[in-house]
């Protein structure tokens, strides 16, 4: 079964997610926005996230199982794991678990950025870097950019507030052994 992690990693090397017709446009984003409900050319970090767990879904209605929220917000995303006890400000926790996505809010908490973890890299057992998927960022790592990247952060994530949140028992959530 193939799982959020392959799809996104695929989709970023064919530069799936590329803004093509200004900030946060591109057929492909403009047809994400419209499926899920939110204007065009609207913030894209989460629903860069929820539609690979929404192709899963689709692909495997026969496993039932914990579905993710479907919203384009980072504060609804993070209310959505929080309220489930899938929280963790701890990096370490990420070795327990088989799959994450992190959400960094301002020091305010209203604006945010939802990203995919797709490897944990570790030194002695520790977690000391994390090679993330990001959509709507650019190479510089701006929460508002230009495309999808893989990027590699390294811990402890600063200067915002991050929050790791536990995807292994939701359906397509699980890529690390």
Same mark, same amino acid.
């Given at each position: ?70 919203? $384009? *917000? @980072? ?6 794991? +929080?309220?489930?006890?899938? =929280?963790?400000?701890? /990096? ?47 190479? $510089? *790592? @701006? ?6 990247? +893989?990027?590699?952060?390294? =811990?402890?994530?600063? /200067? ?18």
């Amino acid at each position: 079964m193939l799982d959020v992690n392959e799809v996104l990693i695929d989709r970023i090397a064919s530069g799936f997610y590329k803004e093509t017709h200004g900030q946060n446009r591109s057929p492909i984003l403009d047809k994400l926005c419209l499926k899920w409900g939110y204007p065009l050319g609207s913030p894209w970090c989460a629903l860069f996230v929820i539609d690979a767990f929404d192709l899963i879904e689709d692909e495997h209605k026969e496993i039932s199982g914990i579905k993710i929220i479907k919203t $384009a *917000g @980072s504060q609804a995303m993070l209310k959505w794991f +929080k309220d489930r006890a899938l =929280i963790s400000k701890n /990096p370490q926790d990420l070795l327990n678990w088989k799959g994450a996505l992190a959400i960094r809010t301002d020091p305010g908490g209203k604006h945010g950025h939802v990203l995919l973890i797709s490897e944990r890299l570790t030194t002695n057992n520790k977690v000391v870097a994390l090679t993330t998927l990001e959509g709507n960022t650019n190479l $510089a *790592g @701006s929460s508002n950019g230009d495309g999808a990247y +893989k990027r590699k952060r390294i =811990i402890p994530l600063t /200067p915002y507030t991050w929050t790791f949140c536990n995807t292994s028992e939701i359906i397509g959530g699980r890529w690390w052994n």
